[in-house]
T-cell receptor, first 115, second 111 residues
Framework: DTAVSQTPKYLVTQMGNDKSIKCEQNLGHDTMYWYKQDSKKFLKIMFSYNNKELIINETVPNRFSPKSPDKAHLNLHINSLELGDSAVYFC??????????????FGQGTRLTVV | DAKTTQPPSMDCAEGRAANLPCNHSTISGNEYVYWYRQIHSQGPQYIIHGLKNNETNEMASLIITEDRKSSTLILPHATLRDTAVYYCIVRVSSNTGKLIFGQGTTLQVKP
């Protein structure tokens, strides 16, 4: 069973479109994240949710809106896509915030290409 | 969270031990050292973490110096599948869980 799964794996879309990426974890973790890896391979956190509540928002444009319907799901919706949004987006989860053994489990990534 | 410094790249012969260093001279007393790796086109993978004692698991060993200003990740018998970018991260265990990734070390295991 895949612990953290993202869909789709690849997404090619035109500028100005709105798209969503879905993420689900079956690990029973309380905390979920979205990270972005740009063309230079830098991995940077975007958002974090703990038990469906937003706890980190790293100055991401408000075109990006995360939504957590329950603690096993964290979706990322992007409005008015721009060329600079092209990147690989990783979803991750970890046990409850403050857990001593809080290693994060990452999904396989969604490669978004905006043309 | 403290900053870390790692060499940008390293080579290792298959079957030999790979020793990946990390400097974290500004680490605080309550910050842990975590190691993750990212194999090409995959998501980052947790390897190991420690506070001040040396740690070992099925993947690797983590050696932390007594002053905690540096650490070494050891892959005892590197295989071609260990070729990846290795990230050393220091953070407080009780924080938001946010991981701050640096540039990491690209380890190339050669036959």
């Amino acid at each position: 069973d895949t612990a953290v799964s993202q869909t789709p794996k690849y997404l090619v879309t035109q500028m100005g479109n709105d798209k969503s990426i879905k993420c689900e974890q079956n690990l029973g973790h309380d905390t979920m994240y979205w990270y972005k890896q740009d063309s230079k391979k830098f991995l940077k956190i975007m958002f974090s949710y703990n038990n469906k509540e937003l706890i980190i928002n790293e100055t991401v444009p408000n075109r990006f809106s995360p939504k957590s319907p329950d603690k096993a799901h964290l979706n990322l919706h992007i409005n008015s896509l721009e060329l600079g949004d092209s990147a690989v987006y990783f979803c991750a989860s970890s046990p409850r915030v403050g857990s001593r053994d809080g290693e994060a489990f990452f999904g396989q990534g969604t490669r978004l290409t905006v043309v | 969270d403290a900053k870390t410094t790692q060499p940008p790249s390293m080579d290792c012969a298959e079957g030999r031990a790979a020793n990946l260093p990390c400097n974290h001279s500004t680490i605080s007393g309550n910050e842990y050292v975590y190691w993750y790796r990212q194999i090409h086109s995959q998501g980052p993978q947790y390897i190991i973490h420690g506070l001040k004692n040396n740690e070992t698991n099925e993947m690797a060993s983590l050696i932390i110096t007594e002053d905690r200003k540096s650490s070494t990740l050891i892959l005892p018998h590197a295989t071609l599948r260990d070729t990846a970018v290795y990230y050393c991260i220091v953070r407080v265990s009780s924080n938001t869980g946010k991981l701050i990734f640096g540039q990491g070390t690209t380890l190339q295991v050669k036959p």
